[in-house]
């Protein structure tokens, strides 16, 4: 097969800033190298991996999912995230799957993609 794996996601952003905050300052993403492509945005990575690309300036879709339902990441210190989504003030489902016991977390970025992070079963539960 010709496909050797994801190579990256790109969401629209109503607000730059605050989408860049969300997954920079909130989630942990880090901004990477970017071309000049003539429209503004950003690149977020994990490692060297570009796997989110942010872009603003342009309209945004009447429902905000699109086609898209949701982007999922793999993701550590289940504890600290939670306590990073309440300081922010950002709503979140936290559900464990039934066999496997994998915490998924999901929420919502600043303009509508909705956020999965997929926590390992050995992470403790949080802080009601």
């Not at 496909?3 to 730059?16: C, Q, R, S, Y």
């Not at 977020?44 to 699109?66: S, T």
């Not at 550590?76 to 939670?82: F, G, Q, R, W």
């Not at 390992?120 to 539960?125: G, K, L, M, R, V």
Request: glycine share 8%; hydrophobic share 40%; proline share 8%.
């Amino acid at each position: 097969m010709p496909i050797e794996g994801m190579n990256h996601f790109t969401v629209l952003a109503k607000d730059l800033a605050a989408t860049r905050h969300f997954y920079v300052d909130v989630l942990g993403l880090e901004e990477g190298p970017r071309p000049d492509l003539g429209f503004p945005g950003v690149w977020l990575y994990v490692g060297k991996q570009a796997v989110l690309h942010v872009i603003a300036g342009r309209p945004m879709p009447a429902d905000p999912k699109g086609v898209l339902d949701h982007m999922a990441f793999t993701a550590t210190d289940l504890a600290s995230v939670v306590t990073r989504l309440r300081t922010h003030g950002i709503n979140y489902d936290l559900r464990r799957q039934n066999q496997s016991g994998t915490w998924q977390l999901f929420c919502f970025d600043p303009s509508g993609a909705r956020v999965e992070l997929d926590f390992s079963a050995e992470e403790a539960a949080p802080a009601p």
